[in-house]
């Protein structure tokens, strides 16, 4: 089945510089790739995500890349506030086949933002 | 904004108690989902609900879980003898359509002690 690796598992950085967290996927069925904000005490929340037909996708300060080749996807914050501190899961799913639309997580990165 | 919505938010039950947990997927969605997170873990899916039935369940979903639909809003995980394992987040989930957004709700704390 598939399988969500992502990097780093925590990540740091001052306001106002960007954050990159990077994911790989292992399934090529996977077509899809949503990416979370989890903050305490609250379920993940859909941010951003990009299906397997386009390399790249922006919206604001987040933006997400997509290499089918490689099975790599990432997840880019320019800009970042204190607001942006939270956990943030990568996941894919083989969208359109036999899976009912399950979701493969990732094991999260707790980004912090510093003032 | 609609929204899933689960009960309770944090649950304490002792080992071999069942549990039932609560959730109440957008009106207008179609399929559901439960998800759960160990501590310090992955989220990992348990299983998927469409028209009254299961359409896929992971091997966590073994003999002791089973899930419902017993009314026109209701979505609920049933865990017949509670293990001190099953200790974790339990996320409920539910899209409107195939291919569409999935919209979780904010979770029950299961602890068992």
């Known amino acids: 089945g598939e399988n969500v690796e992502q990097h780093p598992s925590t990540l740091s950085v001052q306001e106002g510089d960007s954050a990159v967290i990077k994911c790989t996927y292992s399934?090529?069925?996977?077509?899809?790739f949503p990416w979370y904000k989890q903050e305490l005490g609250k379920g993940p929340q859909l941010i951003i995500d990009i299906r397997s037909n386009v390399g790249e996708k922006k919206d604001q300060r987040i933006a997400v890349t997509l290499n089918k080749t490689a099975k790599h996807f990432s997840l880019h914050i320019t800009e970042t506030q204190p607001e942006d501190s939270a956990v943030y899961f990568c996941?894919?799913?083989?969208?359109?086949?036999?899976?009912?639309?399950?979701?493969?997580f990732g094991p999260g990165t707790s980004l912090s933002v510093i003032p | 904004e609609p929204e899933v919505t689960q009960t309770p938010s944090h649950q304490v039950t002792q080992m071999g108690q069942e549990v039932i947990l609560r959730c109440v997927p957008i009106s207008n969605h179609l399929y559901f989902y439960w998800y759960r997170q160990i501590l310090g873990q992955k989220v990992e899916f348990l299983v998927s609900?469409?028209?009254?039935?299961?359409?896929?369940k992971s091997e966590i979903f073994d003999d002791q879980f089973s899930v419902e639909r017993p009314d026109g809003s209701n979505f609920t995980l049933k865990i017949r003898s509670t293990k001190l394992e099953d200790s974790a987040m339990y996320f409920c989930a539910s899209i409107r359509q195939l291919n569409t957004e999935a919209f979780f709700g904010q979770g029950t704390r299961l602890t068992v002690v």
């Open positions: 399934d090529s069925a996977s077509n899809y």
């Open positions: 609900f469409y028209n009254n039935e299961i359409s896929e």
């Open positions: 996941a894919a799913s083989p969208r359109g086949i036999t899976s009912y639309d399950k979701v493969i």
